[in-house]
């Protein structure tokens, strides 16, 4: 199989490239922010639950969204392989999808590719995508300033998880579409 993480800032363009590489490798894309969305859209308990955390760009409690990645993969047996997008983001969720992807699918995350932009990029695409998406989170600064930060603290820690296993690619995520595109396929292909 082939398990990507594809990693990077809020705003670095995760969601945007993980659907054109999943078309490109046929593989299952899975972002925990897109599934939480629709909890909440669903206005499920366990969406209602996390739009607390989701709005002051906090992260959502591990047991919460290890426990939707699971069923995620139960829900998946025939999968070739997934994109993981905007998960893992703290350690403890790192050794939690090693510990499932071993014990369900008797496989490992292959690669992490990390995509690199510089904050004045990620706090400008966010503000673009609030305007068209109406994700509360991408309309107001404070909160994707939150967004960064907790992504600094509590989420690039993850980075050392997957180098320490040899598995960390950065990735230069300034540029076009297709240019950032052509740059993680060619990390894929190098494999
Ligand atoms: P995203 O769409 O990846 O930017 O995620 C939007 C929001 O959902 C984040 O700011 C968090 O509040 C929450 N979220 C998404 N994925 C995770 C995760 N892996 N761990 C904790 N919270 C998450």
Redesign the pocket.
């Known amino acids: 199989m082939l398990n990507i993480v594809l990693f990077g800032p ?1 705003g670095a363009g ?2 945007t490239q993980a659907a054109k590489l999943t078309d490109q490798y046929s593989l299952v894309h899975l ?7 629709s909890e909440l859209a669903a206005q499920t308990k366990l969406g209602l639950e ?1 739009k607390r ?2 709005d ?7 047991e ?2 290890i426990g939707m ?1 699971e069923s995620k993969l139960d829900q998946n047996p025939d999968a070739k392989g997934f994109i993981f ?6 350690q403890a ?1 790192a050794r939690a999808l090693d510990r499932s992807l071993s014990a369900k699918k008797n496989t490992a995350i292959t690669v992490m590719l990390a995509l690199e932009v510089e904050k004045q990029e990620l706090i400008k695409r966010l503000m673009g995508r609030g305007k068209i998406s109406g ?1 509360a ?1 991408d309309q107001d600064i404070s909160v994707i300033e939150n ?1 960064i930060s ?1 992504y600094n603290r509590e989420t690039s820690p993850v980075i050392d998880y997957y180098d320490s296993q040899g598995k960390f690619r950065a990735v230069n995520g300034m540029g076009s579409i297709g240019e950032i595109f052509d740059r993680l396929c060619g990390a894929i292909d190098n494999l």
């Open positions: 809020p995760k969601g972002s925990t922010g897109d599934i939480l969305r996390a955390y989701m002051r760009g906090e992260l959502v409690p591990d919460v969204v990645i997008d905007g998960f893992p983001r703290t969720q994700r989170d967004r907790v």
